[in-house]
């Protein structure tokens, strides 16, 4: 089967977009998990806290390594909001 050139261009797209989705959420997962040792959050919450938002965004973390090139980007997007959700319960 062959491609047309505006096919492949169309392809490409979506990966760079996938892609970029996909850093968003590895970006704000490192950095919350960054924020959990910091001494203000650490004064701010407790160890509790601090555990169960820790698991949440390994859990999403996990979630988004085990995705696959071809998975859509929309399922991407409704997901990405999760680790916000998370911080927020």
Do not use: G
Not at 2 to 9: D, G, N, P, R
Not at 18 to 30: A, M, Q, R, T
Not at 51 to 75: C, F, H, M, N, Y
């Amino acid at each position: 089967m062959y491609c047309s050139i505006a096919e492949l261009k169309k392809l490409e797209e979506e990966k760079h977009l996938l892609d970029k989705v996909k850093n968003e959420i590895e970006s704000f997962i490192f950095d919350a998990q960054d924020r959990l040792e910091q001494r203000d959050y650490k004064l701010c919450s407790t160890e509790d806290e601090r555990v169960s938002i820790s698991t949440k965004l390994s859990e999403a973390s996990d979630w988004l390594i085990e995705q696959e090139d071809s998975t859509p980007r929309k399922v991407i997007r409704v997901h990405k909001k999760e680790p916000y959700i998370f911080l927020c319960l």
